[in-house]
């Protein structure tokens, strides 16, 4: 294929899908954050990372923060 074609073409198709999975991604984090017991110094916490960081944030909290909900005091 021409390097033009995925430029022009393929190249927003990818980063439409990419932006749509950040998004679903990120409404599933808040979701699951504001419905989790926790104190609200964590979950404000947990939110200021999973908003700051448009990926990596919403992954590490359905990665390892609800995991560590059990290590409440």
Do not use: C, E
Not at 20 to 43: E, S, Y
């Amino acid at each position: 294929m021409n390097r033009d074609f995925f430029l022009s073409q393929l190249f927003p198709l990818v980063f439409y899908i990419l932006s749509i999975a950040a998004m679903v991604l990120l409404i599933i984090a808040v979701i699951t954050l504001l419905r989790a017991k926790m104190t609200d110094a964590q979950r404000a916490k947990w939110l200021l990372i999973v908003l700051v960081l448009p990926i990596a944030g919403p992954l590490a909290y359905l990665l390892w923060g609800r995991h560590n909900l059990d290590d409440l005091p």
